[in-house]
Protein backbone atom coordinates (compact mmCIF):
# COMPACT_ATOMS: atom_id res chain seq x y z
CA UNK A 1 0.00 0.00 0.00
CA UNK A 2 2.99 2.22 0.93
CA UNK A 3 4.43 1.90 -2.30
CA UNK A 4 1.17 2.11 -4.10
CA UNK A 5 0.22 5.82 -2.56
CA UNK A 6 3.95 6.66 -2.87
CA UNK A 7 4.10 5.77 -7.00
CA UNK A 8 0.60 7.74 -7.19
CA UNK A 9 2.38 11.01 -5.24
CA UNK A 10 4.77 10.80 -7.99
CA UNK A 11 2.67 10.35 -10.92
CA UNK A 12 0.57 13.47 -9.55
CA UNK A 13 3.82 15.66 -8.86
CA UNK A 14 5.17 14.99 -12.24
CA UNK A 15 1.82 15.61 -13.89
CA UNK A 16 1.66 18.86 -12.38
CA UNK A 17 5.30 19.70 -13.65
CA UNK A 18 4.27 18.52 -17.22
CA UNK A 19 0.86 20.95 -17.14
CA UNK A 20 3.15 23.78 -16.04
CA UNK A 21 5.84 23.33 -18.76
CA UNK A 22 2.93 22.90 -21.27
CA UNK A 23 1.61 26.30 -19.66
CA UNK A 24 4.87 27.91 -19.79
CA UNK A 25 5.29 26.90 -23.70
CA UNK A 26 1.95 28.16 -24.56
CA UNK A 27 2.59 31.50 -22.58
CA UNK A 28 5.77 31.65 -25.02
CA UNK A 29 4.06 30.48 -27.89
CA UNK A 30 1.57 33.33 -27.19
CA UNK A 31 4.42 36.44 -27.49
CA UNK A 32 6.59 36.28 -30.92
CA UNK A 33 10.31 35.65 -30.13
CA UNK A 34 13.01 35.44 -31.96
CA UNK A 35 12.98 31.61 -33.00
CA UNK A 36 9.30 30.03 -31.73
CA UNK A 37 9.14 28.73 -28.65
CA UNK A 38 12.15 30.64 -26.96
CA UNK A 39 11.95 32.06 -23.50
CA UNK A 40 12.45 35.96 -23.52
CA UNK A 41 14.63 37.17 -20.63
CA UNK A 42 12.75 38.45 -17.31
CA UNK A 43 13.79 42.32 -18.32
CA UNK A 44 12.18 42.16 -21.85
CA UNK A 45 8.85 42.30 -20.65
CA UNK A 46 7.37 42.61 -24.37
CA UNK A 47 6.53 46.55 -24.00
CA UNK A 48 9.02 47.80 -26.72
CA UNK A 49 7.79 47.72 -30.23
CA UNK A 50 10.27 44.40 -31.77
CA UNK A 51 11.01 43.64 -28.45
CA UNK A 52 11.39 39.39 -29.02
CA UNK A 53 12.80 38.46 -26.67
CA UNK A 54 16.90 38.72 -28.06
CA UNK A 55 19.45 40.00 -25.39
CA UNK A 56 22.16 37.04 -25.36
CA UNK A 57 24.69 39.77 -23.81
CA UNK A 58 22.27 40.86 -21.44
CA UNK A 59 22.68 44.87 -22.06
CA UNK A 60 19.08 44.86 -21.06
CA UNK A 61 19.65 44.23 -17.12
CA UNK A 62 20.20 47.55 -16.44
CA UNK A 63 16.87 49.00 -16.72
CA UNK A 64 17.92 52.50 -16.49
CA UNK A 65 20.14 52.48 -19.62
CA UNK A 66 17.72 50.03 -21.90
CA UNK A 67 15.76 53.48 -23.10
CA UNK A 68 19.85 54.60 -24.12
CA UNK A 69 20.09 51.32 -25.47
CA UNK A 70 17.08 50.97 -27.80
CA UNK A 71 17.58 54.92 -28.74
CA UNK A 72 20.96 54.25 -30.09
CA UNK A 73 19.40 51.11 -31.71
CA UNK A 74 16.76 53.25 -33.46
CA UNK A 75 19.38 56.00 -34.55
CA UNK A 76 21.65 53.40 -35.85
CA UNK A 77 19.04 52.14 -37.91
CA UNK A 78 17.70 55.34 -39.38
CA UNK A 79 21.10 56.55 -40.37
CA UNK A 80 21.62 52.62 -42.09
CA UNK A 81 18.06 53.31 -43.64
CA UNK A 82 19.71 56.53 -45.42
CA UNK A 83 22.95 54.94 -45.83
CA UNK A 84 21.33 51.78 -47.59
CA UNK A 85 19.06 53.85 -49.86
CA UNK A 86 21.97 56.03 -50.95
CA UNK A 87 24.25 52.94 -51.86
CA UNK A 88 22.07 51.70 -53.90
CA UNK A 89 21.02 54.41 -55.83
CA UNK A 90 24.55 55.59 -56.24
CA UNK A 91 24.80 52.04 -57.75
CA UNK A 92 21.39 51.85 -59.59
CA UNK A 93 22.80 55.23 -61.41
CA UNK A 94 26.47 54.57 -62.16
CA UNK A 95 27.77 57.28 -59.66
CA UNK A 96 31.08 55.27 -59.06
CA UNK A 97 31.93 52.92 -56.06
CA UNK A 98 30.11 54.31 -52.71
CA UNK A 99 32.99 53.13 -50.73
CA UNK A 100 35.18 55.53 -52.60
CA UNK A 101 33.27 58.31 -51.94
CA UNK A 102 35.17 60.01 -49.38
CA UNK A 103 38.61 59.93 -50.61
CA UNK A 104 36.95 61.69 -53.80
CA UNK A 105 37.47 65.95 -54.35
CA UNK A 106 34.15 68.21 -53.65
CA UNK A 107 33.46 71.29 -53.86
CA UNK A 108 34.18 71.49 -50.26
CA UNK A 109 37.86 70.19 -49.23
CA UNK A 110 37.87 67.86 -46.13
CA UNK A 111 39.30 70.36 -43.30
CA UNK A 112 36.49 73.16 -44.52
CA UNK A 113 33.60 70.27 -44.34
CA UNK A 114 34.65 69.45 -40.90
CA UNK A 115 34.71 72.57 -39.87
CA UNK A 116 31.23 73.19 -40.50
CA UNK A 117 29.67 69.79 -40.10
CA UNK A 118 31.51 68.96 -36.32
CA UNK A 119 29.45 72.09 -34.95
CA UNK A 120 26.55 71.66 -37.02
CA UNK A 121 26.13 68.22 -36.28
CA UNK A 122 26.64 68.78 -32.00
CA UNK A 123 24.04 71.17 -32.00
CA UNK A 124 21.70 69.09 -33.80
CA UNK A 125 22.61 65.68 -31.70
CA UNK A 126 22.27 67.95 -28.47
CA UNK A 127 18.91 69.31 -29.17
CA UNK A 128 18.09 65.35 -29.93
CA UNK A 129 18.70 64.05 -26.92
CA UNK A 130 17.66 66.64 -24.57
CA UNK A 131 13.90 66.62 -26.55
CA UNK A 132 14.66 62.40 -26.33
CA UNK A 133 15.16 63.27 -22.47
CA UNK A 134 12.24 65.65 -22.12
CA UNK A 135 9.74 63.43 -23.95
CA UNK A 136 10.82 59.68 -24.49
CA UNK A 137 10.97 60.22 -28.37
CA UNK A 138 13.59 61.23 -30.78
CA UNK A 139 13.23 64.00 -33.13
CA UNK A 140 14.21 66.66 -35.11
CA UNK A 141 13.75 70.85 -35.42
CA UNK A 142 12.27 71.27 -31.72
CA UNK A 143 9.36 68.46 -32.68
CA UNK A 144 9.61 65.30 -30.51
CA UNK A 145 8.87 63.04 -32.21
CA UNK A 146 9.21 64.07 -35.57
CA UNK A 147 6.00 63.38 -37.41
CA UNK A 148 5.07 66.01 -39.04
CA UNK A 149 2.36 63.94 -40.95
CA UNK A 150 0.82 62.56 -38.18
CA UNK A 151 1.65 58.97 -39.14
CA UNK A 152 2.72 57.66 -35.77
CA UNK A 153 1.52 54.28 -34.23
CA UNK A 154 2.52 51.12 -32.85
CA UNK A 155 1.81 49.59 -35.71
CA UNK A 156 4.86 52.08 -37.29
CA UNK A 157 7.07 51.81 -34.68
CA UNK A 158 7.38 48.17 -35.16
CA UNK A 159 7.83 48.60 -38.81
CA UNK A 160 10.42 51.50 -38.10
CA UNK A 161 12.38 49.51 -36.03
CA UNK A 162 12.05 45.79 -38.04
CA UNK A 163 13.25 48.08 -41.10
CA UNK A 164 15.96 49.63 -39.22
CA UNK A 165 17.37 46.39 -38.02
CA UNK A 166 17.46 44.82 -41.54
CA UNK A 167 19.10 48.16 -43.15
CA UNK A 168 21.97 47.76 -40.10
CA UNK A 169 22.23 44.09 -41.47
CA UNK A 170 22.25 45.03 -44.93
CA UNK A 171 24.95 47.58 -44.28
CA UNK A 172 27.20 45.23 -43.01
CA UNK A 173 26.44 42.93 -46.00
CA UNK A 174 27.22 45.52 -48.29
CA UNK A 175 30.65 46.12 -46.58
CA UNK A 176 31.30 42.58 -46.65
CA UNK A 177 30.49 43.14 -50.58
CA UNK A 178 33.17 45.55 -51.15
CA UNK A 179 35.89 43.86 -49.43
CA UNK A 180 35.33 40.43 -50.42
CA UNK A 181 34.43 40.88 -53.88
CA UNK A 182 35.26 44.11 -54.61
CA UNK A 183 31.98 45.34 -56.11
CA UNK A 184 28.27 47.13 -55.13
CA UNK A 185 25.30 45.51 -54.04
CA UNK A 186 23.60 45.94 -57.30
CA UNK A 187 26.38 44.74 -59.13
CA UNK A 188 27.02 41.31 -56.84
CA UNK A 189 23.22 40.54 -57.50
CA UNK A 190 23.96 40.34 -61.18
CA UNK A 191 26.78 38.36 -60.79
CA UNK A 192 24.75 35.99 -58.99
CA UNK A 193 21.80 35.94 -60.77
CA UNK A 194 24.07 34.76 -63.79
CA UNK A 195 25.30 31.90 -62.12
CA UNK A 196 23.80 31.33 -58.88
CA UNK A 197 25.26 27.97 -58.70
CA UNK A 198 29.11 29.48 -58.55
CA UNK A 199 28.30 32.91 -57.50
CA UNK A 200 27.43 33.18 -53.94
CA UNK A 201 28.66 33.46 -50.89
CA UNK A 202 29.73 29.67 -50.04
CA UNK A 203 31.85 29.84 -53.29
CA UNK A 204 33.80 33.38 -52.63
CA UNK A 205 36.82 33.60 -50.51
CA UNK A 206 35.00 33.44 -47.03
CA UNK A 207 32.80 30.48 -47.99
CA UNK A 208 33.96 28.44 -45.19
CA UNK A 209 33.48 31.00 -42.76
CA UNK A 210 30.20 31.53 -44.16
CA UNK A 211 29.41 27.57 -43.67
CA UNK A 212 30.56 28.07 -40.00
CA UNK A 213 28.71 30.44 -39.56
CA UNK A 214 25.19 29.60 -41.10
CA UNK A 215 25.62 26.17 -39.21
CA UNK A 216 26.20 28.12 -35.98
CA UNK A 217 22.94 29.83 -36.22
CA UNK A 218 20.90 26.83 -37.31
CA UNK A 219 22.68 24.98 -34.43
CA UNK A 220 21.98 27.49 -31.76
CA UNK A 221 18.19 27.33 -31.05
CA UNK A 222 18.63 23.11 -30.85
CA UNK A 223 21.38 23.62 -27.83
CA UNK A 224 18.93 26.14 -26.92
CA UNK A 225 15.97 24.22 -26.74
CA UNK A 226 18.30 21.54 -24.80
CA UNK A 227 19.35 23.17 -22.20
CA UNK A 228 15.50 24.11 -21.22
CA UNK A 229 14.49 20.51 -21.48
CA UNK A 230 17.02 19.39 -19.73
CA UNK A 231 17.78 21.88 -17.29
CA UNK A 232 15.95 23.40 -14.23
CA UNK A 233 12.80 24.83 -15.29
CA UNK A 234 13.40 28.00 -12.89
CA UNK A 235 16.82 29.06 -14.11
CA UNK A 236 16.98 31.38 -16.68
CA UNK A 237 19.05 30.34 -19.44
CA UNK A 238 22.48 32.65 -20.26
CA UNK A 239 23.87 31.87 -23.57
CA UNK A 240 26.52 34.21 -22.37
CA UNK A 241 27.20 33.94 -18.76
CA UNK A 242 27.20 37.67 -17.33
Known amino acids: MASTTTARHLFA ?28 PKHLDGSMPGDYGF ?49 KEY ?18 EALRVKGWERTGESGAFGMHPFDPMGMASDEKRLKEIKNARLAMVAFIGFCSQAAVQGMGPIECLKKHLEDPGHNNIFTSSVGAEAT ?23 EEFRPIPW
Request: with cysteine.
Open 13 to 40: AKNTTTRARSSSHVCAAARPTWYPGAAA
Open 107 to 124: ALDTKTLLAVEIPVMAVL
Open 55 to 103: DPLRLGTNTEVLPYYREAELTNGRWAMAAVAGILFTDLVGAGDWWTAGA
Open 212 to 234: VAVMALSIAPVILEAKKALGDDD
